[in-house]
Each structure stands twice: as structure tokens, then as C-alpha cells.
């Protein structure tokens, strides 16, 4: 697998969030037929609460495979995103293959971006 990509994410709190990435290795769309996904959000590193995690289960995470691509899209709804909190944290999202290996995709900082509408 490859090493994680570190990216950083901005979520506007009160709005749809979805942010999707095309997965490809020298230009050949990566197979992830019957894998799975996680990903949390926390304050700090080490911090025990959770402030947003998306999943293939809870469908804040959807891996689209087909001949042509294979993404790796997000979402969060509206209703969750006004919930956040107003910070920064950071977030790693792994990838879990079919014989339950895990690799980490991605991993950066989130900033909460502040509603004035609601």
C-alpha cells in the first residue's frame, strides 16, 4: 500500500459536506472490491472524543469501484456539520481490506468553519 497522503480538509459548519478523490496507482484505478472504510475527527491527537466518524456502514464513506475509476468519496449532512463544534482538529481515514489488513489513505488537519446562517 502506499504511504498516506496528508491532507487538510475545511467544513463549513450547517452545510452538506462532500469531498471525493479518484484512487489510481501508475494511472490503473485501484481495486477495493469489498473493502471498507473509516475515518474520525478529534481535537487533538490523542484526544478520546470523537467529533465526526464517517464509515462504508454509517455511508459518510462510499468506495465506488467501476472499470474506468475507483473513488473514494465523503459525506457528512448538513444537520451533523452545524453540530460541530468551531475548531480545528485533525483526522486520519483508513482503509480496511477483504482479509481485515488496515492502511491509512489519508491524514491532516480539519478546520470547523463558522455558520453565521442558521
Known amino acids: ?11 463549513y459548519q450547517g452545510a452538506t459536506y462532500r469531498k471525493s478523490w479518484d484512487l489510481a496507482s501508475n494511472d490503473t ?3 477495493l ?8 475527527i478529534r481535537e487533538k ?3 478520546d ?3 465526526q466518524e464517517l464509515t462504508t456502514e ?15 468519496s465523503l459525506y457528512i449532512n ?8 468551531v475548531k480545528k482538529g485533525v483526522y486520519d481515514l483508513e482503509l480496511i481490506d477483504v482479509n481485515g489488513d488496515v492502511a491509512r ?11 453565521v446562517t442558521r
Open 49 to 51: 472524543v470523537v467529533l
Open 78 to 85: 448538513p444537520a451533523d456539520t452545524a453540530s460541530l463544534p
Open 29 to 31: 484505478p485501484m481495486d
Open 105 to 115: 489513505l489519508l491524514m491532516g488537519k480539519v478546520v470547523i468553519d463558522q455558520e
Open 1 to 11: 500500500m502506499i504511504a498516506p497522503q496528508e491532507i487538510d480538509l475545511t467544513i
Open 45 to 47: 491527537l490523542k484526544s
Open 33 to 40: 472490491t469489498g473493502w471498507t472504510a473509516r475515518m474520525q
Open 58 to 72: 454509517n455511508d459518510g464513506i462510499v468506495i465506488d469501484v467501476t472499470a474506468e475509476y475507483t473513488r473514494l
